[in-house]
């Protein structure tokens, strides 16, 4: 059982990630991590999305005809996007403005759909709530990290605008890196934002080959150390 959650989390945050892997919710990803805290906000609804969906969708499987589980998954994703677009009004109604349209369309997001379809609607409640919480978070980790390296080259800072998400009074979180930075306007553009995810892709291809290449050298080893012992 310990293996199984373990594959299921790891191939949420890094073997089938659904941004750097699957290549899956690139406009919303794209398009809000001009900053960390636009990232972080559009992340974090995002992983509520799919792990509420996941887990309503496995309770209601073996409930619904096979020809209308399509228009039911869309229903319960859109139920739970209008819920958490509810919450961003009530709470945090000025990083809601800033993300704008991207909430909503979160129900289009092709990430929650794929889930609910080829997951969570053969598997177990528990097993479903782990794979949304694990492909959330894997999402979101590549969303800060573009929003980082984006903001920190366009706008030579770090959480600027933190009260958006943290609230009057967090201004202090923000860190300016580069004093009179003029910007770098690549970086905060939709070409800039393809080339950061580039350079990511680029950067998990690597490791996946230098642990596999790892891999790969351990195994004689093992074998000629067997008769021995």
Request: proline content about 4%; aromatic content about 6%.
């Amino acid at each position: 059982m310990k293996s199984e959650n373990a594959q299921i989390i790891n191939e949420g945050l890094w073997r089938n990630n659904t941004a750097l892997v699957q290549l899956l919710g690139l406009c919303p990803l794209l398009a809000v991590s001009g900053t960390v805290i636009n990232a972080l906000g559009l992340g974090i609804a995002t992983t509520l999305v799919l792990a509420g969906s996941n887990v309503t969708v496995s309770l209601i499987r073996n409930l619904v005809r096979p020809e209308l589980r399509i228009p039911s998954f869309v229903l319960v994703i859109a139920s739970f996007v209008t819920a958490v677009e509810l919450l961003m009004q009530a709470y945090l109604y000025d990083l809601y403005l800033v993300l704008g349209i991207f909430i909503p369309l979160i129900v289009t997001n092709c990430v929650i759909i794929a889930r609910a379809e080829s997951f969570a609607s053969k598997n177990n409640v528990w097993r479903s709530l782990l794979d949304g919480l694990a492909m959330g978070i894997g999402f979101t980790a590549v969303l800060l990290l573009l929003g980082a390296i984006r903001e920190i080259l366009g706008h030579g800072t770090l959480l600027a605008q933190a009260e958006l998400m943290f609230g009057p009074g967090s201004e202090w979180l923000t860190i300016t890196l580069i004093d009179d930075y003029r910007g770098y306007l690549l970086a905060i553009l939709p070409p800039g934002a393809f080339l950061a995810l580039g350079l990511l892709i680029a950067v998990k291809n690597v490791i996946d080959k230098r642990l596999a290449q790892r891999a790969r050298q351990t195994i004689p080893v093992q074998i000629q150390t067997e008769p021995a012992s």
